[in-house]
């Protein structure tokens, strides 16, 4: 009979529950992340089924295979679907609030109008609010923010609802590793002890490849190679404009401004190139009218324009504010609420091959109700209500209250897979998948950015990954004589690339363009586009470790 958690002081992890290798394991461990992607890409079920069942599946093993207590694993699996509610859905359902009052008040209509008077070209629409606007909130805030707010203005706009959420999603690889004011970089220092600086400078010497293309990447995606290269010269504006501010930016300052600075930077760029380009050819989706996108003149005057993006601007100003590590600091001081989660701190311990000895697994749940970015952006909706002509408080909370009841079915979504996510981590499941990779030897560069690749699949966050597997990328890297700060920044690099494809950043993406359900749907629309972003990533990272270590700083 299983022992109780009352009766279990600790619990060591076991990495290798049977077999003589890591592999016959890591499959095992492999398989919630199979159904997740059975179910979603090939069944295509709605997100909260393929979550219960491949967070169902993992409680299951980590029980029975992994030994795991069933206190623990069920501690554990709480513990995640908490953190999943809090910041992660507060982010997500003060986002779309702000969204849905524009919508209501009909100033979105305003927002609408004066971007198709700069553009009425949806690829040039794409790269100007998910990549280079996208850019600005993932650098404030991250954790799902700018996908939030950019599928629901791009559902707005008019876009196909299915390619607003695949755009976004693909258009948020570029500034993730520097999101929210730095925090992947940062946390992958701490947890290496190698020079935040120097992982800042090799991930700007591997990013900026991906951020140059990216533009050109949407616009194809969009439609098609032919009809792409009629908006070459501003992708390429938009681009380079972006790639050498974030070089810049992660080489000689650090990660904390690379991508507002490169954000801001192609917003301006692109928005002056397009005062003397246009492209020769308008295309708009070939499912929507062609008088949808044929406003060419602004309808309203500067005043009406500044007022409408007033709530957006706002929010800009307070997560950009939020995020100063300053107002952190003044902001936790007044609510520092902080629990040690009842039957999981400290009962687990670790003793991965990286750790020097073994080490408790803490299990701290931060309530930081009022440093967080979502109570940032409540904050922005209350003040855009000031400014928001005949829009009073009661109507907000009435559409906040609407908002809360349409994102109920992603809200559980979300919550059960950071549940499976650290039920894996706790169990050791994801540490068995992340041993397997390190028997690839002289091989291992080529595979430190999927490892990356993978976190972030299972965690939804950079930063999280980041934190999983940086010390097991620094401790490979040194047996195989390897730099460690190139692997440890690699994992970060290619961590941005399997964000596309997390079931929690799908579960924003479809909540935010009103395709609840379709999560399986917008999986296999970003699947292909991860794979070949991580490959590119595994390429380059194999070059820089060997032929190319010129490249590194």
């Not at 295509?44 to 623990?72: D, E, N, Q, Y």
């Not at 009841?405 to 919550?415: K, N, S």
């Not at 291992?444 to 966050?461: E, N, Q, R």
């Not at 597997?469 to 890297?477: E, M, P, R, Y």
């Amino acid at each position: 009979m299983e022992p109780t958690v009352a009766e279990v002081v600790t619990w060591t992890q076991k990495y290798m529950p049977f077999g003589d290798s890591y592999l016959a394991p890591a499959l095992v461990a492999a398989i919630p992340l199979i159904i997740l992607f059975v179910m979603l890409a090939v069944m295509r079920k709605p997100g909260h089924k393929a979550a219960f069942v491949a967070t169902s599946a993992a409680v299951l093993l980590s029980i029975f295979v992994w030994g795991m207590p069933a206190g623990l694993a069920l501690s554990a699996t709480a513990y995640g679907a908490a953190y999943g509610l809090f910041p992660i859905v507060w982010i997500v359902i003060t986002a779309i609030w702000i969204y849905n009052m524009t919508v209501e008040s009909g100033e979105f209509e305003i927002i609408k109008n004066s971007l198709a008077s700069i553009t009425e070209d949806r690829r040039l629409q794409a790269i100007f609010i998910a990549f280079a606007f996208g850019s600005f909130i993932e650098g404030t805030a991250g954790f799902g923010t700018p996908v939030a707010i950019t599928a629901a203005m791009l559902v707005g706009l008019g876009f196909n609802p299915l390619y607003a959420a695949g755009i976004c999603l693909i258009a948020n690889t570029a500034p993730v590793a520097f999101g929210a004011i730095g925090i992947p970089i940062v946390v992958a220092a701490q947890v290496t002890d190698i020079d935040m600086m120097r992982i800042s400078a090799i991930c700007g010497r591997q990013l900026p490849f991906l951020s140059l293309i990216v533009p050109f990447w949407l616009a194809v995606t969009m439609s098609g190679w032919k009809r792409a290269f009629e908006v070459l010269p501003a992708c390429l504006v938009a681009g380079v404009c972006f790639a050498s501010t974030q070089f810049v930016m992660s080489n000689y300052h650090g990660p904390y401004l690379p991508d507002i600075a490169s954000a801001i930077t192609t917003i301006l760029g692109l928005f002056l190139f397009l005062k003397v380009w246009k492209p020769k050819n308008v295309w708009h989706f070939p499912d929507e009218p062609a008088s949808a996108c044929a406003v060419t003149k602004c309808n309203y005057t500067a005043g009406q324009v500044i007022r409408a993006w007033g709530p957006y601007i706002i929010l800009a100003v307070m997560v950009l504010l939020w995020g100063l590590e300053p107002v952190k600091k003044v902001l936790d001081a007044i609510t520092p609420f902080k629990v040690e989660w009842p039957g999981l701190h400290k009962l687990v311990i670790k003793t991965l091959p990286v750790v020097a000895k073994d080490a408790p697994y803490a299990a701290i749940f931060k309530l930081n109700l009022l440093s967080s970015a979502g109570t940032a952006i409540l904050l922005s909706g209350l003040l855009s209500v000031l400014i928001i002509p005949n829009y009073g408080f009661g109507k907000a909370i009435a559409c906040l209250g609407r908002t809360v009841h349409q994102l109920r079915f992603p809200i559980v979504t979300i919550a059960m897979i950071l549940g499976l996510a650290i039920i894996m981590n706790y169990s050791g499941m994801s540490s068995t998948l992340g041993l397997a990779f390190t028997a690839t030897g002289a091989w291992f560069p080529f595979f430190a950015p999927i490892l990356g690749w993978l976190g972030v699949f299972l965690t939804g966050s950079d930063t999280s990954a980041n934190a999983l597997f940086g010390s097991l990328q620094k401790t490979t890297a040194q047996q195989i004589g390897v730099d460690p700060a190139l692997c440890v920044a690699a994992n970060s690099s290619g961590g941005v690339t399997g964000k596309m494809i997390s079931p929690q950043s799908i579960s924003v993406a479809t909540a935010a363009s009103n395709l609840v359900g379709k999560e399986g749907d917008i999986f296999r629309f970003t699947l292909k586009h991860s794979i070949a972003m991580v490959l590119f990533i595994s390429v380059l990272t194999m070059l820089q470790a060997y032929p190319l270590k010129w490249m590194l700083p």
